[in-house]
């Protein structure tokens, strides 16, 4: 179904869009600008519409015939900027039963206000599927070698690795996954449009730039943590003018919101396990932006001074695998989470859940000195949680081999090794 391009780079979120096409009407594909959907969508779509293209948006607002009825599959680009092709395109999959007649994509969730517009939600004739900027599998950065799939099953065997030093980890971490950062040398320059992008964006949202922009700067000093909106409030006084302080939780939450509604924040809720008593278990949620190279563009970084910070390189480090889990934990139709005993002050990095209920409880540490650390967190939670986990695993940075620990059954794997 898809058509041959050497130039693209094959996406695991491929297998998803063919079983929909089979199943629906249409599909809805979501994700942030830039994370290659609509190069992804053209794969398989045979007529093209691109809503943000000022004469064909004033066409379809005029009348939505004009711009659909094309071959099919057709792709609707951007169809949020007219929220009426919704209705219309959930019409046209009831008209017949044919399958697989319209690919809509969108780098924009609908307001409160336009949702208003929507009078059908599209179950059961437009299927949604999420997008996100490239894991390193898919851009060529895993080799593959051992797979989520393989610990479920207890199928990994030793190997012996390269070990993927840390500068080249840092550039993994600046670059990020954005399809058309792969192959380009100044690996800084999108991430940092990126980011003008989006408050540009902001400002069509009624919000100001500037206070958009120090958000954006205090999530990306705490990236990779658990942070409360009042604690938000906070960091941003400490940083900034009076003039630019967002001054409480509703109006930070209203902010969080667009970035949201811009598919950048990609935040861990917290796993719910039986585990003594629920009020020990945290609720915060971990944020995270939907890849670190947007948190290191704010804050500024290069390959040379993350290198320079292990402290911020290993939150960094965490950010990347959090995005790569996710996408391979929607590969595997399954959830991510964390999970933290506010008690103790036992957290496990990542908690991946699947379909049938069982999970695996991962650590992330960027090289081997943490990784005993991660043995015995992993171990305590093993042995508090009534419902115990599937498979533990440890993924680090910096590492030469894929091996499973001989007295705690822990897996430990390289993330330029793994694969879904």
């Known amino acids: ?81 007219v929220p009426s092709i919704w209705d219309r395109i959930r019409r046209k999959c009831d008209e017949d039963s044919q399958k697989g007649k319209y690919i809509l994509t969108s780098s924009t969730a609908l307001s409160d206000e336009s949702k208003k517009k929507i009078f059908h939600s599209g179950a059961g004739r437009i299927g949604k599927i999420k997008i996100y900027p490239m894991s390193l599998f898919e851009s060529g950065d895993s080799t593959g070698d051992v797979s989520i799939t393989d610990m479920i099953n207890d199928k990994v065997e030793y190997k012996h690795i390269r070990r993927v030093e840390l ?37 069509n949202e009624r919000k100001d730039a500037k206070k958009m922009r120090v958000l954006l700067e205090s999530l990306a000093r705490n990236e990779s943590t658990r942070i409360s909106k009042a604690a938000l409030v906070k960091d941003i006084k400490k940083y900034e003018t009076e003039e630019n302080l967002i001054g409480s939780r509703a109006t930070i939450t209203d902010y969080l ?20 008593s629920s009020k020990r278990v945290g609720k915060t949620l971990k944020r995270h ?44 139709d399954g959830h991510l989470y964390y999970f933290r005993d506010n008690a103790s002050g036992l957290e496990i990095d990542a908690i991946m859940e699947f379909m049938d209920d069982s999970y695996g409880a991962i650590e992330i540490k960027l090289s081997d000195l943490g990784i005993e650390d991660a043995k015995k967190s992993l171990t305590r939670f093993y042995d508090k949680v009534e419902k115990k986990p599937k498979f533990m695993c440890i993924i680090v940075g910096y590492y030469e081999a894929i091996i499973r620990d001989k007295e705690t059954g822990i897996y430990i794997v390289p993330i330029t090794s793994l694969k879904p």
């Open 257 to 276: 919101n667009v970035l949201d509604r811009l598919y950048l924040t990609n935040n861990q809720e917290t796993f719910r396990v039986k585990y003594h």
């Open 289 to 332: 932006f939907v890849d670190p190279s947007l948190a290191c563009a704010l804050l500024g970084l290069s390959e040379k001074n993350l290198m320079g910070n292990l402290d911020t390189f290993s939150l960094m480090f965490e950010s990347l695998v959090i995005r790569d889990l996710r996408i391979y934990a929607e590969f595997l």
């Open 167 to 203: 500068p080249e980890l840092a550039r993994l971490i600046i670059r990020g996954g954005w399809p058309e950062n792969i192959k380009v040398n100044d690996i800084d320059i999108i991430p940092k449009n990126y980011i003008n992008s989006i408050i540009n964006k902001s400002v």
């Open 1 to 81: 179904m898809q058509k041959i391009d050497d130039k693209y780079l094959p996406r695991l979120v491929d297998k998803k869009i063919e079983i929909y096409l089979k199943l629906f009407g249409a599909i809805s594909i979501e994700g942030p600008v830039g994370c290659g959907k609509t190069e992804t969508s053209k794969k398989y779509s045979k007529s093209e519409v691109f809503l943000e293209n000022q004469d064909i948006k004033e066409r379809a607002i005029l009348d939505l015939g004009l711009i659909l009825n094309k071959e099919k599959i057709e792709l609707v680009d951007e169809w949020q900027i």
